[in-house]
């Protein structure tokens, strides 16, 4: 498979959905047992959707607890939908057995105030009669997010809990071909949103009027369901590397970067950076400095494939004391970083000089993640990339093709010099 289209079609096999559904829930439960867990629950919106393959809204996301899901030993799950949203989950989720779909019991992490103690009870209790049916009454159950709240209903109710989100991480971390084309058309959309961003950018223009014109550009293409970010950073705002926008100014030469930070598409996220000159060629320091940030991002993609670790991607970076002169490598995290891809944006690997140098993990064939470097100059200008990429087990596949072996340039002004070589001195 390799970037077919978007859509459903009756005369090409596509993206297979009953596969992926099946897949996940199946790898789901796989570790679930593998971890000695009888039952797992679930309130991160990517457990919830890797399980039952349903859909929140926007204002349902992050808040833990609104909805959750529940995995018993081999019966189908259960979700415990927020409200009535359940009736339309029924129609539109053919796959959950329609008995299978509840209402939940929210206490909202604790803003339900005094009546917090009566939800919880009640969330305690339906989770325990479920187990009950599925017959692994008494079991470990694994759980992947837990308050104050929750640690208090079970102690009292007996329940033998522990660590959910850890086996739904090492279920998350490998792909099968079909997420693997998800996140190829993560990818595809990504250059295409590039190209569009190169289009637009010219001196005048502010970042954030960049950031909202993109957002539209992508919520217009089929299947995306959410914009998390568009990162638009320029000038002095991208060394350090702020990661936001604001209303600033871009002006004739300035450098500038945008990351897709994340759009997703299907419930795949990407994460997806490029750096452009404005209105100008960039300086021979820039072109110097973008150079060292491509090196440092090839020779880790690289050390990628089956069997390598973690440490062997982040030793070939150079240390943050070594780089910028940081005490800790703490104080440049994410400054050269890899994160897993999918639908969160952090599945595993996490890779960084901070603990992937005493903690490896392995690389496994059909891992999807994204690898990306900076450097720059302090309050001046800074440079940052990143590509995305599937681990194969003869190579390393990279689904992120906007041009990335130099700074894009936008529109130079004819007979504009280079930023380095305008320096004008007052007599």
Request: hydrophobic share 40%.
């Amino acid at each position: 498979m390799a970037n077919f289209g978007m859509v459903g079609v009756d005369w090409q096999e596509r993206i297979n959905w009953d596969r992926l559904r099946t897949y996940r829930l199946d790898r789901a439960r796989e570790r679930m047992k593998a971890a000695g867990l009888s039952a797992l629950v679930l309130m991160y919106d990517e457990n919830i959707r890797y399980v039952t393959s349903t859909l929140t809204p926007g204002w349902c996301r992050l808040k833990p607890g609104l909805r959750y899901a529940m995995l018993c030993g081999d019966d189908p799950p259960v979700l415990f939908e927020q409200g009535d949203i359940g009736a339309q989950i029924q129609r539109h989720s053919p796959w959950l057995p329609p008995e299978n779909v509840r209402y939940s019991y929210a206490w909202i992490k604790g803003a339900a105030g005094p009546a917090s103690a009566q939800q919880v009870g009640k969330f305690t209790k339906a989770l325990l009669q479920e187990m009950k049916k599925s017959n692994v009454a008494g079991g470990k159950v694994g759980i992947d997010f837990v308050d104050i709240n929750i640690i208090k209903a079970f102690d009292e109710a007996g329940v033998d809990w522990t660590d959910g989100m850890s086996p739904m991480m090492d279920a998350r971390a490998v792909k099968n071909v079909d997420e693997q084309e998800c996140f190829r058309i993560v990818g595809a959309i990504g250059d295409a949103a590039h190209w569009e961003t190169m289009k637009f950018l010219r001196p005048g223009v502010t970042e954030n009027q960049v950031t909202a014109h993109i957002m539209k550009f992508l919520y217009d293409i089929p299947g995306v369901e959410d914009v998390e970010d568009v990162i638009v950073s320029s000038g002095p705002n991208t060394w350090p590397n702020w990661r936001n926008f604001s209303d600033r100014i871009i002006k004739p030469g300035d450098i500038v970067f945008m990351d897709l930070a994340a759009l997703t598409w299907n419930g795949y996220k990407s994460c997806y950076y490029r750096t452009y000159c404005v209105g100008a060629e960039p300086s021979e320091k820039q072109k110097e400095i973008y150079a060292t940030a491509l090196e440092w991002l090839y020779k880790a993609i690289n050390e990628v494939k089956p069997g390598a670790t973690t440490r062997d991607i982040a030793a070939v970076w150079p240390s943050a004391k070594e780089m910028w002169g940081y005490e800790e490598e703490d104080q440049a995290a994410a400054n050269l970083w890899g994160h897993g891809l999918g639908l969160a944006q952090y599945d595993p690997p996490v890779i960084s000089r901070i603990w992937s140098l005493d903690h490896p993990i392995e690389i496994l064939e059909g891992m999807t993640f994204a690898l990306e470097t900076q450097h720059g100059l302090p309050f001046k200008w800074g440079v940052r990339i990143e590509e995305m990429l599937i681990v194969h087990s003869d190579h390393t596949e990279i689904v992120s093709n906007f041009p990335v072996e130099q700074i894009t340039v936008v529109d130079p002004i004819p007979g504009y010099a280079a930023p380095d070589s305008r320096e004008r001195k007052l007599v």
